[in-house]
């Protein structure tokens, strides 16, 4: 039971009427990766913010490496190894890259939080980069970036709201071969909220499907793929 690093059970966020998020359920095992895809307004984002508890649930519970974490903040959860990317970068144009990785990792943990920073910039590849301020860099650079700051203090758990959105093709590819070395290398478990199929089918473990803030699909790749509920929900989107 407790092999997974997190759980989400039955969670449900109603904002009045609307349902963002009706009795969903998420698992990630150690080093998975797990794609999440659904149409615009699925609650895809919704359930990141749930689970690390930036919005209150109005039903269900969140599992931590089996501690129940639902009346946890979201401080106390990043602390407790659970980290995570915005759909919008959280990169500061002005500051020099070390510095803002450094700065994240001190909030973290004061002692260590150079090596820290360090390790997680040649993680992502950014050490060449690292006394350039942010705003030089280029888009593929600050994507890195952002995941750069996501991994201080060595989480175990990371949310990934579109990290890859407006990268190029080659971009995105650099940047899934960055997720999956770490997996294998820092046994990081990662939620993978992505529009790329080829993306999301290319490098997950498992695949889950949301449509109108329910899970319609879960499981293999191969086996979403093919199901016809989940063809049924993309062509009616026509993404
Ligand atoms: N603060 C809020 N108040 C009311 N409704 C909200 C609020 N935040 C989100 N919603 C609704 O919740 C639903 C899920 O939104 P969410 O942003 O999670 O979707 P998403 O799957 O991330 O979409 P996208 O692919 O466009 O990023 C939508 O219907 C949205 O309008
Ligand atoms: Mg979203």
Same mark, same amino acid.
Not at 138 to 144: I, T, W
Not at 171 to 188: F, G, I, P
């Given at each position: 039971?407790?092999?997974?690093?997190?759980?989400?059970?039955?969670?449900?966020? %109603?904002?009045?009427?609307?349902?963002?998020?009706? !009795?969903?359920?998420?698992?990630?095992?150690?080093?998975?990766?797990?794609?999440?895809?659904?149409?615009? !307004?699925?609650?895809?984002?919704?359930?990141?913010?749930?689970?690390?508890?930036?919005?209150?649930?109005?039903?269900?519970?969140?599992?931590?490496?089996? /501690?129940?974490?639902?009346?946890? !903040?979201?401080?106390?959860?990043?602390?407790?190894?659970?980290?995570?990317?915005?759909?919008?970068?959280?990169?500061?144009?002005?500051?020099?890259?070390?510095?803002?990785?450094?700065?994240?990792?001190?909030?973290?943990?004061?002692?260590?939080?150079?090596?820290?920073?360090?390790?997680?910039?040649? /993680?992502?590849?950014?050490?060449?980069?690292?006394? *350039?301020?942010?705003?030089?860099?280029?888009?593929?650079?600050?994507?890195?970036?952002?995941?750069?700051?996501?991994?201080?203090?060595? +989480?175990?758990?990371?949310?990934?709201?579109?990290?890859?959105?407006?990268?190029?093709?080659? /971009?995105?590819? *650099?940047?899934?071969? %960055?997720?999956?070395?770490?997996?294998?290398?820092?046994?990081?478990?990662?939620?993978?909220?992505? %529009?790329?199929? *080829?993306?999301?089918?290319?490098?997950?473990?498992?695949?889950?499907?949301?449509?109108?803030?329910?899970?319609?699909?879960?499981?293999?790749?191969?086996?979403?793929?093919?199901? +016809?509920?989940?063809?049924?929900?993309?062509?009616?989107?026509?993404?």
């Amino acid at each position: 039971m407790s092999d997974y690093v997190l759980q989400a059970e039955d969670v449900a966020i %109603h904002y009045g009427g609307v349902k963002a998020l009706d !009795g969903v359920a998420l698992t990630l095992e150690r080093g998975q990766i797990r794609g999440l895809i659904g149409p615009n !307004g699925a609650g895809k984002s919704t359930v990141i913010d749930a689970i690390t508890g930036r919005r209150r649930l109005t039903r269900g519970r969140v599992r931590l490496g089996g /501690e129940d974490v639902t009346t946890l !903040g979201p401080v106390e959860r990043r602390r407790r190894g659970l980290s995570r990317s915005f759909q919008r970068t959280s990169v500061f144009g002005q500051m020099r890259v070390r510095r803002q990785v450094e700065l994240a990792a001190h909030s973290m943990n004061p002692e260590g939080s150079e090596a820290d920073a360090e390790a997680s910039l040649r /993680e992502l590849d950014l050490l060449a980069r690292a006394d *350039d301020v942010a705003e030089d860099l280029g888009y593929g650079e600050q994507r890195r970036l952002d995941l750069a700051l996501a991994l201080v203090g060595r +989480p175990t758990v990371l949310l990934l709201d579109e990290p890859m959105a407006g990268l190029s093709v080659k /971009e995105s590819l *650099d940047l899934a071969q %960055h997720l999956k070395a770490l997996t294998s290398r820092w046994n990081v478990s990662v939620l993978l909220v992505e %529009h790329d199929m *080829d993306v999301v089918f290319g490098i997950s473990d498992v695949v889950t499907v949301f449509e109108l803030g329910r899970v319609i699909a879960s499981g293999e790749p191969a086996a979403v793929r093919a199901d +016809p509920r989940v063809r049924e929900a993309y062509l009616g989107s026509a993404a």
